[in-house]
């Protein structure tokens, strides 16, 4: 049984909880066991767009192996991300032909079904001008008048990406 096994003094991973205001409760060691291999994640698990931290473990004696989750439930909800069947976007903002200000913020989510997203990049009018390292993005542009066509880009790990466009309008 896993509880059964000894914890070790030092850790090879550890993780820091945020506190949902921007600070982070004290480092904490992840558990290791003297025949456990842990390898940490930190993706989106429960499709709410809040990054959740998970530990897959193996036992190199015991041929078996699980995986812990810890569900961040405090951070603030950004976009909710497509669900993991396929390489995917889910644009939240703006919504296709909406007329925006002088300054927006632009948000997206991605999913992959093989792998993970690796990074969201956005586009406007065929220029490359944000990206976040991750399934998310929130990207706050100032803007021209007119016209303008956004795409939101997803790329998986294995660097397969995916796209999907909104046109919408800035007027001030």
Excluded at 28 to 49: E, G, K, T, V, Y
Excluded at 73 to 96: D, E, F, K, M
Aim: aromatic content about 10%; overall charge positive.
């Amino acid at each position: 049984m896993l509880g059964e096994k000894n914890f070790q003094g030092s850790a090879v991973s550890a993780y820091m909880l945020g506190n949902g205001n921007g600070t982070f409760q004290a480092l904490a060691a992840a558990p290791q066991w003297a025949d456990l291999q842990n390898f940490p994640f930190i993706r989106d698990l429960d499709l709410d767009s809040r990054h959740d931290v998970g530990i897959a473990w193996t036992s190199i004696f015991d041929n078996i192996g699980g995986a812990e989750a810890l569900r961040n439930t405090s951070a603030t909800v950004n976009c909710t991300p497509p669900g993991a069947n396929a390489l995917s976007v889910h644009i939240c903002a703006p919504s296709n032909g909406q007329t925006v200000g002088k300054s927006f913020t632009f948000k997206g989510a991605g999913n992959a079904w093989n792998g993970f997203a690796k990074r969201m990049e956005l586009w406007i009018d065929g220029r490359k001008v944000g990206q976040n390292l991750n399934d998310q993005l929130k990207v706050t542009r100032a803007l021209t008048k007119g016209a303008h066509t956004a795409a939101f880009v997803v790329v998986d790990s294995f660097d397969n990406y995916v796209s999907k466009t909104v046109n919408f309008r800035a007027s001030y």
